[in-house]
């Protein structure tokens, strides 16, 4: 049987109704978009890039007491069941360990070059008209109000300071969204990048020009 339709058929069906950002539309886009980078990076394993952007979500630490874990022995478990090579899950496994965002002070340097595809493939879901839309969902989500000037942006030097953030949404744009352009790993992620960052930061300034009458 091939594996990746069988993880894409096991992941789409697993998140079902998850209302939280991490849907399988976003699973869906990730593993796209790294099928696509992939395709532009020909020293990548395409079947292992795939794998790590279908399950790089699976467990993901926010949801499992903060976990780290979680992810990739829920990952390890799905490809056993599956009969994969023990080269194979750790390969996975690796990639799940190493995308996820833990604050714009705190390094997550990855160890392949397919978990660098898989975490630029997660970060560009983050940017971006996909991105704007899920900045704000997110906000509403968890109640947090659009903007407030008086709330200033802060560098999160920690990974428990990211995580107890409870600033508005527009904070969330200097907190993360604008920096991810340069924190992507790979050339065919960056080309990718540009446009979504420019239509970004045209976002943000005509939303401030709007906040205050200008616009
Ligand atoms: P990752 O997939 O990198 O772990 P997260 O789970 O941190 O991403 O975030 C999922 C989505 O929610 C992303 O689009 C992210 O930008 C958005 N998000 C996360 N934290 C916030 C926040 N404090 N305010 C607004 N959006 C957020
Ligand atoms: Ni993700």
């Excluded at 394993?45 to 780290?68: P, R, S, V």
């Excluded at 599956?82 to 194979?88: G, K, N, R, Y």
């Excluded at 990855?110 to 008209?129: F, H, K, P, T, Y």
């Amino acid at each position: 049987m091939d594996l990746i339709p069988a993880t894409a058929a096991f992941i789409e069906q697993k998140f079902a109704d998850e209302g939280s950002g991490h849907d399988w539309a976003h699973i869906r886009r990730v593993w796209l978009m790294a099928r696509r980078l992939a395709a532009n990076s020909p020293a990548a394993n395409a079947e292992i890039t795939e794998l790590g952007a279908l399950l790089h979500d699976i467990a993901d630490w926010k949801f499992h007491g903060g976990d780290y874990e979680a992810g990739p022995r829920a990952a390890r478990g799905w490809l056993q069941s599956q009969h994969a090579s023990e080269e194979l899950i750790t390969r996975v496994e690796t990639i799940i360990r190493e995308v996820s965002f833990k604050g714009l002070g705190v390094e997550t340097p990855v160890s392949s070059l397919e978990a660098a595809l898989v975490q630029d493939a997660d970060r560009l879901d983050a940017i971006g008209a996909i991105g704007i839309a899920r900045a704000f969902a997110y906000g509403g989500h968890k109640g947090r109000a659009l903007h407030d000037p008086a709330v200033r942006p802060v560098v999160h030097e920690s990974f428990a300071s990211y995580q107890k953030n409870t600033a508005p949404t527009l904070n969330h744009f200097y907190e993360k969204l604008l920096h991810l352009k340069d924190r992507l790993q790979t050339p065919a992620a960056r080309a990718v990048a540009e446009e979504r960052h420019a239509y970004m930061e045209a976002f943000v300034a005509r939303f401030l020009a709007e906040w205050e009458g200008q616009a």
